[in-house]
């Protein structure tokens, strides 16, 4: 019993655990994850968890083992395929946020009908990732006149625009916030994608390349993504309407190969080549002009504009030693 300041007698009930923690879970921020079985989608769900969001995951298939391990952290699992917008709707009824990312080649509509979803559900906060560029493509050379450098353009139009018109997009949805993530090269894809991005690193200890000499590339990492759109989820007002052009590092591959080699224990050689040798000695043609790319272009993104948002970016050199049991080195080649 307690006395009000106008004197008169007020009861004070204590609020039971059952009660406060169903009062906390429904001030907790509630976030859907899209693609979250993949790398991004699977980083930003396990930091919002981290950070105490309730997290719903978006999947396919349910029993992927990585869908597994979400529901096993604590995150809802919900099933959907944006060929059923149904299904995107009861994705996104009563969460705060969307974490929205496409596959490459995904239709444009696949983010209309997110977005749809997402603004006739009340949703007040998107956080899309695209790529690092996005908007600049128009002044690459070659843009309007393919011939400039044809090995490079064929099929690329396409890539850039769609990446552009996803973020035009959200920019235009009518949300209360938005934020946009823009990822350069992606670390984690040297071990996913190895045979195809470091063809000779597994066979002959080599990192076959070539990016001209003395070119830094930006790298991040699943984990430094999923921590920018947690950080935005976490703190919408000050990430509202920000585009996050942030990476991990920027390494030479002399800087890559010391990383690599540091983590293994294994020494791993800088093989550089021509890009018609480079092709010749297995890179992929693909490949190939991406690192052409890199060398007249290059992505934008860099470590100090995390360090400006707060945000705390990983050195690939500690990446590395994280990831070292899963670093295929072969036997240096004499």
Not at 8 to 28: E, G, H, L, Q, Y
Not at 110 to 129: D, K, P, W, Y
Request: proline share 7%; glycine share 8%.
């Amino acid at each position: 019993m307690a006395r009000s300041p106008c004197g008169a007698t007020i009861s004070i009930r204590p609020i039971s655990p059952s009660r406060w923690n169903s009062f906390r879970a429904d001030r907790m921020t509630h976030i859907l994850v899209t693609g979250a079985t993949g790398g991004q989608g699977s980083a930003t769900a396990r930091a919002c968890l981290k950070r105490g969001m309730r997290v719903r995951a978006l999947v396919r298939d349910a029993g992927k083992p990585v869908a597994r391990d979400l529901a096993a952290l604590g995150a809802e699992l919900v099933v959907g395929d944006y060929a059923d917008p149904t299904s995107i709707a009861r994705a996104v009824e009563g969460v705060d946020a969307v974490f929205s990312l496409q596959l490459d080649n995904a239709p444009v509509e696949h983010v209309e009908t997110l977005l749809n979803a997402a603004l006739a559900a009340g949703v007040e906060h998107v956080v899309q990732s695209t790529v690092s560029a996005t908007g600049l493509h128009e002044s690459f050379p070659g843009w309007t006149d393919p011939s400039i450098w044809p090995d490079y353009w064929e099929g690329r139009h396409a890539y850039w625009e769609l990446k552009a018109a996803e973020e035009r997009l959200v920019r235009a949805a009518g949300f209360k916030r938005w934020t946009i993530v823009r990822p350069p090269m992606i670390v984690d894809n040297a071990i996913a994608f190895a045979r195809v991005l470091f063809p000779r690193l597994a066979t002959h200890g080599e990192l076959l390349t070539a990016v001209p000499e003395g070119v830094k590339v930006p790298y991040i990492s699943y984990e430094s993504i999923g921590e920018a759109a947690a950080s935005a989820i976490a703190d919408p007002d000050r990430f509202a309407g920000v585009i996050l052009e942030i990476a991990d590092d920027e390494l030479t591959d002399e800087a890559m190969a010391d990383a690599l080699a540091a983590a293994s224990g294994k020494p791993v050689k800088v093989v550089r080549a021509s890009p018609e040798r480079a092709a010749e000695l297995g890179l992929h043609p693909r490949i190939v002009t991406q690192h052409v790319w890199l060398g007249d272009i290059g992505y934008p993104a860099r470590a100090a504009a995390a360090r400006r948002y707060g945000l705390t970016p990983l050195p690939i050199t500690e990446w590395a030693k994280r990831n070292a049991a899963r670093i295929e080195v072969g036997p240096a080649q004499s």
